[in-house]
């Protein structure tokens, strides 16, 4: 089992930015599989952000969101990073990390994964 937790949430105006951070415990999250960042807006389905592959440290984004958030990954630390600059009003939403999502599968699926945090909070102002 793994537990992820995580943090570095908040209120922003428009053009901040906000690093969040999920801290893997239990078991360690399998390398070879994906580990990413999801989000849900009020309203909305929840929605892939960005992914790594540890393995390969291949990363993928979200076109909404490419340029302006990067993934990365402490793995000493065990700790998944999502580093979100410029933010705009739409990027407000619930943000999730989520681990062991299977590679033969979409990074951008959330039935790919199987453990989910319980989220943080993002709310970007204009």
């Known amino acids: 089992q793994v537990q992820l937790v995580e943090s570095g949430g908040g209120s922003v105006q428009a053009g901040g930015s906000l690093r969040l951070s999920c801290a893997a415990s239990g078991d360690t999250p399998r390398s070879t599989y994906f580990m990413g960042w999801f989000r849900q807006a009020p309203g909305k389905e929840r929605e892939g952000v960005a992914a790594?592959?540890?393995?390969?440290?291949?990363?993928y984004y979200a076109d909404s969101v490419k340029g302006r958030f990067t993934i990365s990954q402490d793995n000493a630390k065990n700790t998944l990073y999502l580093q979100m600059n410029s933010l705009k009003p739409e990027d407000t939403a619930m943000y999730y990390c989520a681990a062991d999502g299977n590679p033969l599968r979409g990074w951008w699926s959330q039935s790919a994964y199987k453990y989910w945090g319980q989220g943080t909070q993002v709310t970007v102002s204009s």
């Open positions: 790594i592959y540890t393995a390969k440290g291949s990363t």
